[in-house]
Every structure is written in C-alpha cells, then in structure tokens.
C-alpha cells in the first residue's frame, strides 16, 4: 500500500512538505503543490482516515441530513446535495449522508457518537425539530433553507423574497397584467416550506404594486399529475399571458404541455422559472428562470462549517445568515404579452 513517504520520495520532496502539499495545513508553493499531487495520483494513494483523525482530533467527515420527500421533486434536491458533497471532498472531508425521516433522531445519533465533525441541514422547515438538538450538540451546524429561528447556527438561502419580487417586475415591466404562479404543493406550505411562502407573498405584494392581477395556484410535486394540473389551469385561465413557477416539476413538464397545446414561449405565453442552470440543461427546458444556486449554497455552507469546525473563527464568532441574490437567466421565453 503506498504511503506519504512514497509519494514524499516520488515528488522529491519531505515528507512533512508532502503532508503540507495533500493537507493544505500549511503554505508551500504552487509548483511543489502540484508535483505532490500529480505523484499522488500516478500512485495512487489515499489519506489513511483512521491516521488522518488521530492526527487531528477530528473524523475529518460532515454529516449532511436531507430527506426525499414525497411532495418535493428530487432531482432539484439531488442538486444541493451534490454542492455540499463536491466542497466537502475538496476541503478534505468525505460526506455521511443521512436521509432518515426522523431527523432528530438521526443528528442525534451523529452527533453523539462523534461520527462527524459537523452538520450541514436541508429541507429546513421554519420550525425545525432538528434545530434544537443540532443547537445542543457540541459540533458546529450549517442550514441551507431559512428558519424561524436562526439562533447558533450558519444559514444560507436564496432571496426568494427577492426572487418573488424580480419575477414580477420582470414581466410586468413588459406589459403583462394577467400572470399564473405556479407552487408547491399545499402541505409543502404545512410543513413549513417557508421558501414557498416568501416568493409568493413578495409577487403577490408586487404585483399589487404594479397593477397586475396575479393568481397563486399549488401545483402536484410528481408526474403525471402536474401535468394534468398545467393542463387544467391553462383551460380555466386563458387569459393568462405570463406564467410564473417555483415548482421544479412543473417547470419540468410544461415543455410536453405546451407542445401539446401547440403554445410556444413567448409568442403565445411568457414564462420564467425558479430553478438552476443545471436543472435547465437537464430537463432541456427553454425557459428563463431565477437562478436557484444550489450549487453556490452548499459550498458557502459547507466552507463556513469548516471554518468553525478547524477553528479558523472562535467559538463566539457570530453566526451568519447570509442570502444569494436572484439572478435573472434570460433563455428568450418572455416578451411582451400577444395582441388579443
């Protein structure tokens, strides 16, 4: 099996400056930096964990607790666990995932034992019972998804209210006055989806603001019943001239809808989703959306919960509650609404 020392010999360097170079403990030029890793990887070698903890009193290893809920669609969920995962990895850290639908039960045995360093949370309800055991255990936690209570722990989240506001704006600015949003299911509300909520009452507020008629619909979460409801709101408003979606498989399935319809964006309907660039390419969806950075939200967690974790910031440093701003990604689905 190889060792530091192989790879420290291969590189010609120390075996110290060769553990500096993997770990990035301590600064050692670029040039040396990368000879230990090409080396490394012609060798093939792997971090001994069990070496690595001793080494640092810590299991270099962050639990990550996210659920696939039934009303939620998971390949949009799939996306920000992959964020946290890929900037674990290149911190030095492997991933514990843990999607037990009793959540505080399961932090509560991570926690406990010691199998983690810290804890990265999603599906984050406004009133979440997973936040007063992560508050209680002596690792630090990092949420993405907004709660009530922000007390002790990093949070991390899209503006929705934002994103709510700069859909509206967007097609209002444009002339439309009749707008459809399309959300989560009801009980995502129930449960405590705040990020439902937050975008729909800030277009809601907007387009009072601004004179334009928009009506709030709760869509299903899964195929094929969304697109039957897509289906049934287009009947039942045909009015409509821009469609608003913070529901990723509405966003997913409205392409079939409106082929089958023969509507096309922005001729017949101006539409804008709430979804990331990835999920675009994914599903093939030409529509305009606010950038949901999943991918940007689990790296900014994860990197604040490494920094408490190898105590870059005290244990007083103050937590964070920090929000990406929207970003408007202009595929061409939107323009002023059809003469009628």
Known sequence: MVNIGDV????????STASYALSGKRSVSDEVRRRVAEVAAE?????????????????????????????????AMLQ??????????????????????????ALKRLTDSRMVDGVVLLNVAEHDERLPVLRAAPQPGALVGLPGDCTGVDVFDLDFEEAGRAMVEHLAGLGHRELLLVSQPEHVIERGGAYVWRLQNAALETAAVRGVHLRVVHGSSSQPDIGRDLHALLDAHPETTGLLLNNEAAAAALPTVM???RLTAPADLSVIGRYSDEFARTFSLPFSSIESAPDRLGRMAVRQLVRRIEKELTDDAPHVVRFVAPELVDRGSTAPPPAR
Do not use: K, W
């Open 80 to 105: 920000y666990i992959q964020g946290v995962a890929n900037t674990a990895r290149d911190l030095g850290y492997d991933i514990l995932l843990s999607s037990d639908p009793d959540g505080p039960a």
């Open 43 to 75: 060798l093939g070698y792997t971090p001994n964990a069990g070496a690595r903890a001793l080494a640092t009193s810590r299991a270099m290893v962050i639990g990550l607790l996210a659920q696939f809920l039934p009303d939620e669609f998971a390949p």
């Open 8 to 15: 420290a010999r291969a590189a010609g360097v120390a075996r």
């Open 259 to 261: 082929h089958e319809r």
